[in-house]
């Protein structure tokens, strides 16, 4: 069965430091994609990254950076200078191809806490 | 504005009452789903549908109900057979239900409900 581990319950950093969230992930598909969703106070899961299990390039957007690595089923996420803005709770989820539906496995989530 | 929409924000419910969450999606994405927060552990799937009246139980499903008669909604019935329903509901929806596409799953703001 599949299965997502965020080993990380709590992270707490300073404002500008760099942060690296783990993501450990167990499945018996090929075909499967992972993807990486930031949940604020507010509450409401905010979509980060979509990454399927053929693409292993690691992908950056400003900040963020996502390392995809097959040989050891992580999916790490790294905040480059981080901000208080970017303090909230970031699930890693895994979506595979058996069980139909499009169905996502998340992790019990990271809490990032950045501080000034 | 396209998006999902859950209503009410904030419900609370005494014990031995059933209680309904509203969610619509303007996205015309065919499938949708109900997910469940705890603290500590994650969001886990109560239910899903992929097509117009049709829908398949999650990990959680007991103590639950929902319908899809329209392609824009999927409201969720939280029965008094549910012992702890005490939690944070988020609806999702994404474009293709059927078929597994890895699309990516879109969350709306969620709703509290707390039995009082």
């Known amino acids: 069965a599949q299965k997502v581990t965020q080993a990380q319950t709590e992270i707490s950093v300073v404002e500008k430091e760099d942060v690296t969230l783990d993501c450990v992930y167990e499945t018996r598909d090929t075909t499967y994609y992972l993807f990486w969703y930031k949940q604020p106070p507010s509450g409401e899961l905010v979509f980060l990254i979509r990454?399927?299990?053929?693409?292993?390039q690691n992908e950056i957007s400003g900040r963020y950076s996502w390392n995809f690595q097959k040989s050891t089923s992580s999916f790490n996420f790294t905040i480059t200078a981080s901000q208080v803005v970017d303090s909230a709770v970031y699930f890693c989820?895994?979506?595979?191809?058996?069980?139909?539906?499009?169905?996502?496995?998340f992790g019990t989530g990271t809490q990032l806490k950045v501080e000034l | 504005d396209g998006g999902i929409t859950q209503s009410p924000k904030y419900l609370f419910r005494k014990e031995g009452q059933n209680v309904t969450l509203s969610c619509e999606q303007n996205?015309?994405?065919?499938?949708m789903y109900w997910y469940r927060q705890d603290p500590g552990q994650g969001l886990r799937l109560i239910y899903y549908?992929?097509?117009?009246?049709?829908?398949q139980k999650g990990d959680i499903a007991e103590g639950y109900s929902v319908s899809r008669e329209k392609k824009e909604s999927f409201p969720l019935t939280v029965t008094s057979a549910q012992k702890n329903p005490t939690a944070f509901y988020l609806c999702?929806?994404?474009?293709?239900?059927?078929?597994?596409?890895?699309?990516?799953?879109?969350f709306g703001e969620g709703s509290w409900l707390t039995v009082v």
């Open positions: 549908s992929q097509i117009v009246n049709d829908f």
């Open positions: 999702a929806s994404t474009l293709q239900g059927a078929t597994y596409s890895g699309n990516t799953i879109y």
């Open positions: 996205l015309n994405h065919d499938a």
């Open positions: 989820a895994l979506s595979e191809a058996t069980g139909g539906g499009n169905k996502l496995t």
């Open positions: 990454r399927n299990s053929f693409d292993e």
